[in-house]
């Protein structure tokens, strides 16, 4: 099969053995595979993430002198079951799976471990159990967004936000582009999305977002106008001594009314906001500038060391959340939400490519005014991203 190898910051197409499927293993037919953000990182900053996942318990991820075969957003065609495999899906059929792979006992992530190639090739191998078919007749470019939709689905969830809160999206590149599409099919009445690129801006719409803003020009924390949030510590302090004062006047016990007014959900309004960029500095400046009790949800994968002012966010009393990948059902919910039109991720697509592109796609991923999502098609001749030329979002067939 021919399949794009990373090594050593590089990339090439060669031609390697078809794998071949073991126990409780499928092999696929690659119909698309999505080029994440994790791929353009870990070309060149793999054994940073390697050192923290070995403290973590993992020492399975790629090294940069390791031939690895990326891709871990990818959808196909059953092609040839392992033993021991129940069958339940019928050869042919399009399916989408979690990229986890077991080798020797031992579980891999597929697309980022040496172990385990992942979908820049023609052929790739997952676990019969972790294998969902396609519904709907859902096509193959939105097919495989379901994982990294199931990204944003589960920081959504993570978040615990109410229809009624004001969410704030910082970072409008596929995976802030994932979380408003979530968002959206959550029914959250007002999304703010916040990124510098004005192209990133319009498909943040396009997903879903209600009020877009261009950091350099205004503050996402002002743009949907007065919702009762504190915006200062003197202004908490106000709250708790006025409302005291009020309490003073009714002739009940001031503690009683407090706690039916707790029972009641009469607290402070915070909105929740999802950190979706990922570069050192961000989670600091959002911090500062947040409101108090803000929920601030990670999702951007920062690879760099970073500092933040721990004394700041407890004087805000700002609430942290990290969050990583999804759960199987969480992936199966998105996969089904993707083809029964509950969530609309046709914008995110803009282009797509053959494997001899990838290269070329690595680059125009690198201009966020014209791409947000490009596709790997295996049986695609192309060279460069379809889209790129006419600098328009494509939409997938």
């Known amino acids: 099969m ?16 078809s794998p071949e499927p073991g126990p409780g293993q499928v092999l696929l037919n690659v119909l698309r595979c999505g080029i994440c953000g994790s791929d353009l990182h870990a070309r060149h900053h793999a054994d940073q993430q390697a050192d923290i996942l070995s403290e973590a318990g993992y020492t399975g991820f790629m090294r940069s002198n390791q031939r690895v075969v990326l891709g871990h957003e990818f959808c196909g065609e059953v092609a ?40 820049y090739a023609e052929n790739v191998l997952v676990e019969e159990s972790l294998m969902f078919a396609v519904p709907n007749g859902l096509s193959p470019d939105l097919s495989a967004l379901t994982e990294p939709m199931a990204i944003g689905r589960h920081a959504v969830r993570r978040a615990e936000i109410n229809t009624r809160d004001v969410a704030i999206v910082i970072g409008c590149g596929p995976v802030g582009l994932a979380v408003i599409c979530m968002l959206k099919a959550q029914g959250v009445r007002t999304i703010v999305a916040s990124d510098i690129a004005a192209g990133r801006r319009e498909l943040a719409l396009s997903c879903g977002a209600d009020i877009v803003v261009d950091p350099t020009e205004g503050s996402p924390y002002e743009a949907f106008g007065d ?8 202004q908490g302090a106000e709250l708790v001594v006025g409302t005291m004062e009020k309490l003073a006047r009714v002739p009940l ?13 009469l607290n402070p309004k915070r909105p929740v906001i999802f950190e979706c960029v990922g570069v050192p500095g961000i989670l600091d400046e959002i911090i500062a500038s947040a409101p108090l009790l ?20 407890i004087n805000k009393e700002i609430e942290l959340r ?65 889209g790129l030329e006419a600098g328009q979002p494509r939409s997938p067939a």
């Open 227 to 234: 919702r009762g949030h504190l915006k200062t510590v003197p």
């Open 294 to 313: 803000s929920r601030i949800v990670v999702v951007g994968v920062c690879m760099e060391p970073d500092r933040i002012r721990p004394s700041m966010a």
């Open 322 to 386: 990290f969050v990583v990948g999804y759960t199987p059902l969480e992936f199966r919910d998105t996969l089904h939400m993707l083809a029964d039109g509950k969530v609309n991720g046709t914008a995110m697509v803009t282009g797509t490519v053959g494997l001899s592109g990838v290269e070329s796609a690595f680059t125009a991923l690198g201009s966020p005014e014209r791409h947000a999502k490009i596709l790997i098609d295996p049986r695609d001749l192309g060279e460069v991203p379809r």
């Open 80 to 119: 040839e079951y392992g033993t021991g495999c129940r069958k339940k899906i019928t050869t042919g059929t399009t399916v989408a799976a979690l990229p986890l792979i077991r080798r020797g006992g031992e579980l891999h992530a597929t697309g980022l471990s040496a172990s385990a190639f992942g979908g």
């Open 2 to 17: 021919k399949a794009v190898i990373c090594e050593n910051g590089e990339l090439e197409v060669a031609d390697l053995p």
């Open 253 to 265: 016990p001031w503690h009683q009314v407090w706690r039916v007014g707790e029972a009641l959900g």
